[in-house]
């Protein structure tokens, strides 16, 4: 491309991306002001709605759409990923309008970035967490909503992978040879998590610490449970062949 082309395509692309005078806002009223933010973020000029928004909040802070704008300025940061942001937005709108008909959708938006910043199994699982939390509430305080529909899908997901992780850290345990850290582990997800595909493993793991510390009743205790519910899984097998030779 040439070099000119170039830096006019880029100077045209910046320029799309205007800075909204928010002097013009001052005269106008709540509801002039939340519709021009709508206007930017249909245009998906995201930061500039979200500036609209805040402004609105600053110029008419007992207005009934002040919610709106709260909400839309979290939907803004969500659409720019701009996560943090989105997420003290909808947090800021939980806590200053508990009562209002949108707080199932705030709850579901918060567990549903911190869904998204889900990491992989070998690191701190913050974001699961929060995100479980947020969505367990949703479904607890709001059982009819629809977003518990959409909640409970995510919640199956979040359940997996906070039980990997307590098999990741068990196994590690495990391995420098922790045997009570590794059972307190496993047994989490024995307890919590039975239904999840990590069970099997959880309980077989747990057998081989309760063997590896002398605890032989347990062992065949959790066994049981193994072989009762999992007698199809790889790990029954594998207790089975461990129990025959002990």
């Known amino acids: 491309m040439n070099i000119y082309v170039l830096i006019f395509a880029v100077f045209l ?17 709540a509801t002039e002001i939340l519709e021009i933010g709508k206007k930017e973020m249909k245009a998906k000029k995201y930061a500039d709605s979200v500036l609209v928004f805040e402004e609105l909040e600053r110029l008419h802070p007992y207005s009934k759409v002040t919610a709106d704008a709260q909400i839309l300025a979290g939907e ?3 659409k720019a990923k701009k996560y943090d942001e989105a997420i003290s937005a909808f ?38 967490i929060r995100s479980f939390a947020f969505l367990n509430e949703l ?23 906070i039980a990997g992780r307590e098999v990741y850290v068990a196994r590690y345990y495990q391995l420098h040879k922790n045997y009570p850290a590794a059972a307190n582990r496993l047994n989490t997800i024995v307890d919590n998590y039975r239904n999840t595909e990590h069970a ?15 605890v032989q009743k347990e062992a065949l205790r959790v066994n049981k449970i193994l072989q009762r519910e999992f ?8 207790a089975r062949k461990l129990m025959r030779i002990h």
């Open 200 to 214: 099997p493993e959880a309980l077989h793991r747990l057998i081989e610490c309760y063997m590896a510390i002398g």
């Open 231 to 238: 007698p199809k899984s790889i790990w029954a097998m594998y």
């Open 91 to 128: 947090e800021l709108f939980i806590r200053t309008h508990p009562t209002h008909w949108n707080v199932p959708y705030a709850l579901y938006m918060l567990g549903l970035i911190n869904y998204e910043l889900m990491p992989i199994i070998e690191r701190d699982q913050d974001a699961t």
């Open 139 to 161: 479904c607890r305080r709001y059982p009819q909503s629809k977003y518990c529909k959409f909640a409970k899908i995510l919640i199956k997901d979040l359940r997996e992978q």
């Open 13 to 29: 692309v910046a320029g799309c991306s205007r800075e909204i005078d928010l002097k013009l806002l001052e005269n106008k009223s």
């Open 76 to 78: 803004c940061n969500y």
